[in-house]
C-alpha cells in the first residue's frame, strides 16, 4: 500500500512538473543562436518530441511537441538571410500569455506595431534595442493558440 501511495505521489509530481514546461525569455532568445543539430539535441534534452520538419524554398521548420501536448516549439532557418532565423514558440492558455507579456514589459521592451499576420491573428511587436519578440493572440471566437516569436 505504501508503495502505491509512493508511485502515486511521484507520478503526480511528475506530471506536474512536465505540465508546466515553459521557456524564459532568455531561453527563447537563446535558442535562435543554436544551429539546428545543436537545437535538436536541446529539444531532446526538454523531453520534447519530434513534430514535423517543413521546407520551402527559402527556409526549413523544424518542429517540436512537449511530452503533455500543451506546448510546441518551432526554429526556422532560412537559406539566404539568417537574419530572418526565428523561434517560435505556441502555448494553449491565456495565462501564460500574459505571463509572458508581463514578463517582456517588465524587461523593459516597448509596444512597437500591432497588425494581423497574414493568417488574421492578430500580433503584437515589442523591441528593446536590437531584441525583438512578437506576441500573438489566437483568431477571433478562438481560445487557442497564443504565440511567442523570438526574432533573431
Known sequence: MRKTLAFILFSVVLSIQISAQTFTLEQLDGFNKLTMDEFKKEMKQQKFKFYDRTEGLRFALTEYEAPDYTSKIGKFEY??????????????TKKEYDQYLTLILADGYKPTEKGKIITKEPYVDYYKDKEHFRLILPKTGESSPYTIIAFK
Open 79 to 92: 537559406a539566404e538571410e539568417k537574419s530572418e532565423d526565428r523561434i517560435e514558440f505556441e502555448f494553449k
